[in-house]
């Protein structure tokens, strides 16, 4: 078969008729160590979030082989972890003063500086189906302005801690040392929909990587090389798992071509992944008021929400139909944001 290039792939992938071969992408769960090497993550101090990440020694963690630099890690997360990220990138993160994509216009006059609240609380029922699937994106802590392409000290908003905390613990147990999460792109990707092929360099510092964090449904990533000419490869994403761009990976074109549902739901049964934290791996049982010593008040009580499945019961009918990808930068050169 001839190799297709960037483009190429990027519309066979998309393709609704005929729908594409998908026995070429590259599924981690089944890959031969000829397409990807094992990547040791190491153990960097206690882990911070327990209840949310299972330990860095036992995530499953590859480098692909003919993409240096581009790491995955299958889904570090717990399932009460998939539902602490999921409520906080529907629920908290499209709020005003963060940047979000609705045309305040397009929605009757209405200023919708709380996309979940007003999508929940909308009564019209077509006028709810368009706020649900308008919301694409929200970006956090430096904002990127689209037409210019930079990020700049006047567009800036806070980045939350919890986010940058734990953004900051990938990049310790991968070895990447300092890292300062300053910009996010909050992606919302309604079944169907796709991302077409860009490169990430406004970043003053292109050597420090790219975090990627994806939850919900299943996605086809398509990564190539610098110019769209070269070949690229398809992988599935599936909730909670992580990819990190960096080394020559950091300034490859990619894409998202295709997202499709998943049979798979890691959000849903929390007896499962306490099992694996508790026990499997040997960490001291998950204690909720040790939690609320450890850490914020907020991340505590929100996970005591998330146990409850009249809370999350909203969410996972969102997830139902959504993919949601958690896109994480560092801005300036010597990662010491004033944010
Ligand atoms: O959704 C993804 O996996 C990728 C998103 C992305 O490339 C971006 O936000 O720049
Ligand atoms: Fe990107």
């Known amino acids: 078969m001839a190799e297709r290039n960037f483009k190429e792939s990027f519309k066979f992938y998309k393709a609704r008729f005929p729908a594409p071969d998908l026995s070429e992408v590259l599924d981690v769960d089944n890959a031969s160590e000829e397409t990807c090497s094992p990547f040791k ?8 979030f327990p209840l949310i990440l299972k330990p860095p020694d036992k995530w499953l963690c590859y480098e692909v082989n003919n993409r240096p630099g ?49 999508f929940r609380s909308a009564k019209d029922p ?5 706020l649900k699937a308008s919301m694409r994106w929200a970006t956090l802590g430096y904002h990127h302005d689209w037409d210019t392409k930079v990020y700049s000290e006047s567009m800036k908003n806070v980045f939350p801690t919890d986010l940058r905390e734990m953004t900051k613990f990938f990049a ?59 070949p690229a490869t398809a992988l599935f994403l599936r909730s909670g798992d992580v990819v990190v761009m960096s080394k020559q990976s950091r300034l490859c074109y990619h894409a998202v071509p295709r997202v499709m549902k998943d049979c798979l739901e890691p959000w849903k049964n929390l007896g499962e992944s306490s099992t694996t934290v508790c026990e499997k791996d040997e960490v001291e049982q998950p204690n909720c008021k040790k939690m609320k010593e450890e850490t914020s008040d907020l991340l505590a009580e929100l996970l005591d929400d998330c146990r409850d499945d009249s ?15 958690i896109n994480i930068r560092q801005v300036l050169k010597d990662g010491q944001t004033s944010l």
Do not use: M
């Open 41 to 48: 993550a190491q153990t960097s101090g206690s882990n911070p």
């Open 70 to 118: 581009l790491i995955f890690i299958r889904n570090p997360f717990t399932a009460l972890g998939q539902r602490y990220w999921v409520v906080r990138s529907v629920r908290d993160y499209p709020q005003a003063p963060n940047v979000v994509n609705l045309i305040p216009k397009k929605f009757e006059k209405e200023v919708i500086d709380d996309w979940w609240r007003a």
């Open 126 to 130: 077509k006028f709810r189906e368009n």
């Open 172 to 230: 310790k147990a991968l070895g990447y040392g300092k890292y300062s999460a300053e910009a996010a792109i909050v992606n919302f990707y309604p079944l169907g929909t796709t991302l077409s092929g860009h490169t990430d360099h406004s970043e003053a510092d292109l050597d420090a990587p790219l975090f990627s964090f994806s939850f919900g449904q299943k996605a086809i990533f398509l990564i190539g090389g610098p110019t769209k000419e070269e």
């Open 311 to 325: 809370f999350w019961k909203p969410f996972q009918s969102y997830l139902e139909t959504t993919r949601i990808n």
